[in-house]
T-cell receptor, first 115, second 114 residues
Framework: AQTVTQSQPEMSVQEAETVTLSCTYD???????LFWYKQPPSRQMILVIR??????QNATENRFSVNFQKAAKSFSLKISDSQLGDTAMYFC????????????FGSGTRLLVRP | DADVTQTPRNRITKTGKRIMLECSQT?????MYWYRQDPGLGLRLIYY???????NKGEISDGYSVSRQAQAKFSLSLESAIPNQTALYFC?????????????FGEGSRLTVL
């Protein structure tokens, strides 16, 4: 069974600084997607960034980028130039494309951006 | 209007009551999911459906049932609610055509069982 682990329950960062959220996962499959979702206080789940396992190049979306280390099964999220609106819960998630197409989530990291 | 709509948004009920949470979508997606969110546990999959005739149990299906009434509608039922089913429930959809893996979520239904 696949598992996703986020070892940082809470983090904080000063506005305009950079912060990295950690995520590790466990799978025996070769084909999968990895995601970071953001949940602001409005509780809406918003996709931040997506990575396909077969791609070696790390995904980037504006201020958000990932460090995908397939051999280490690590998928960290870097937020550059942090903004107050980045304050939210962040969830790492895994989806196998070999089998189930079920999205499996980590327990989340609560990020606070301080003014 | 939201592409994935959940009703009710908030509900307080008593132990033993039957509760139905409804989800409808206008995205035309074939896959639909129900998750529950608890503090410190993230989101856990309850049931999922890849088309109208396909229903599958997720990791925490005990105490829940679902119905896929149409491609656009997927409801979650708690036959006899208990306090540890107090949680935030999310419906989500995805499109197998593009297979991007991205799920689109509703705004959540907060259920409190007293």
């Amino acid at each position: 069974a696949q598992t996703v682990t986020q070892s940082q329950p809470e983090m904080s960062v000063q506005e305009a600084e950079t912060v990295t959220l950690s995520c590790t996962y466990d799978t025996s499959e070769n084909n999968y997607y990895l995601f970071w979702y953001k949940q602001p206080p409005s509780r809406q789940m918003i996709l931040v960034i997506r990575q396909e396992a077969y791609k070696q190049q790390n995904a980037t979306e504006n201020r958000f980028s990932v460090n995908f280390q397939k051999a280490a099964k690590s998928f960290s999220l870097k937020i550059s130039d942090s903004q107050l609106g980045d304050t939210a819960m962040y969830f790492c998630a895994f989806m196998s494309t070999d089998s189930s197409y079920k999205l499996i989530f980590g327990s989340g990291t609560r990020l606070l951006v301080r003014p | 209007d939201a592409d994935v709509t959940q009703t009710p948004r908030n509900r307080i009920t008593k132990t033993g009551k039957r509760i139905m949470l409804e989800c409808s979508q206008t995205k035309g997606h074939d896959r639909m999911y129900w998750y529950r969110q608890d503090p410190g546990l993230g989101l856990r999959l309850i049931y999922y459906s890849f088309d109208v005739k396909d229903i599958n149990k997720g990791e925490i299906s005990d105490g829940y049932s679902v119905s896929r009434q149409a491609q656009a509608k997927f409801s979650l039922s708690l036959e006899s609610a208990i306090p540890n089913q107090t949680a935030l429930y999310f419906c989500a959809t995805s499109d197998s055509t593009w297979n991007t893996g991205e799920l689109f979520f509703g705004e959540g239904s907060r259920l409190t069982v007293l």
